[in-house]
């Protein structure tokens, strides 16, 4: 049965506040090979949400370099997994966080804002770590930032602000049910 729990967005902030200019050892870096500013908001999220989708191909999860999902570290995918593409929808069992796309209006700490260029061709990811009356202040990786204004991205053509809106998990009853079952208290585990 999936349930749906709040997204922490102080502890995503607090996250990208610690490591926007440095790396967590936990993660590959993968400044120079590609980027590293969605795998570094993937794991602002994860601070947030803690929990991930193991889902292959079509889920969020790092486990190394070698071992996580595509929507972990691209920035497509990334949108695709947390808007709930059709595709993923159907393939990762709702599991994790989820957002929808916004006006800027409704951005709020935490929230995860992607940049396009010309061609329209969405290259860079950025977390929402603070306010100055009306500019946005954003944390990211590749070309690191703590609380810059993401009106001084000037080379982007567009800008999607996603709102994380929460946290599938999972919940398996059947424990609590057997335990019932077998009149044992409910916090004991089950006898085989």
């Given at each position: 049965?999936?349930?749906?729990?709040?997204?922490?967005?102080?502890?995503?902030?607090?996250?990208?506040?610690?490591?926007?200019?440095?790396?967590?050892?936990?993660?590959?870096?993968?400044?120079?090979?590609?980027?590293?500013?969605?795998?570094?908001?993937?794991?602002?999220?994860?601070?947030?949400?803690?929990t991930m989708n193991y889902t292959?191909?079509?889920?969020?999860?790092?486990?190394?370099?070698?071992?996580?999902a595509p929507a972990w570290s691209?920035?497509?995918?990334?949108?695709?997994?947390?808007?709930?593409?059709?595709?993923?929808?159907?393939?990762?069992?709702?599991?994790?966080?989820?957002?929808?796309?916004?006006?800027?209006?409704?951005?709020?700490?935490?929230?995860?804002?992607?940049?396009?260029?010309?061609?329209?061709?969405?290259?860079?990811?950025?977390?929402?770590?603070?306010?100055?009356?009306?500019?946005?202040?954003?944390?990211?990786?590749?070309n690191d930032a703590r609380n810059?204004?993401?009106?001084?991205?000037?080379?982007?053509?567009?800008?999607?602000?996603?709102?994380?809106?929460?946290?599938?998990?999972?919940?398996?009853?059947?424990?609590?049910?057997?335990?019932?079952?077998?009149?044992?208290?409910?916090?004991?585990?089950?006898?085989?």
């Amino acid at each position: 049965m999936l349930l749906i729990k709040p997204y922490n967005r102080e502890r995503a902030v607090e996250y990208a506040l610690r490591w926007a200019l440095d790396r967590n050892p936990l993660f590959v870096d993968f400044t120079g090979i590609g980027g590293n500013c969605t795998n570094f908001v993937s794991q602002c999220i994860l601070a947030g949400s803690c929990t991930m989708n193991y889902t292959p191909d079509f889920g969020w999860y790092y486990v190394s370099a070698e071992d996580r999902a595509p929507a972990w570290s691209s920035v497509e995918y990334f949108y695709d997994f947390m808007t709930g593409a059709p595709t993923f929808a159907e393939q990762n069992g709702g599991i994790g966080p989820f957002a929808r796309e916004v006006g800027r209006e409704e951005v709020l700490l935490g929230d995860v804002v992607q940049l396009a260029n010309s061609d329209g061709d969405w290259y860079h990811t950025l977390l929402v770590c603070g306010f100055d009356g009306e500019e946005i202040l954003v944390c990211a990786q590749s070309n690191d930032a703590r609380n810059r204004p993401l009106s001084t991205y000037t080379n982007a053509a567009a800008f999607r602000f996603l709102h994380i809106d929460g946290v599938r998990i999972e919940i398996n009853d059947d424990l609590c049910y057997q335990t019932l079952l077998n009149g044992a208290p409910i916090d004991a585990p089950p006898s085989a």
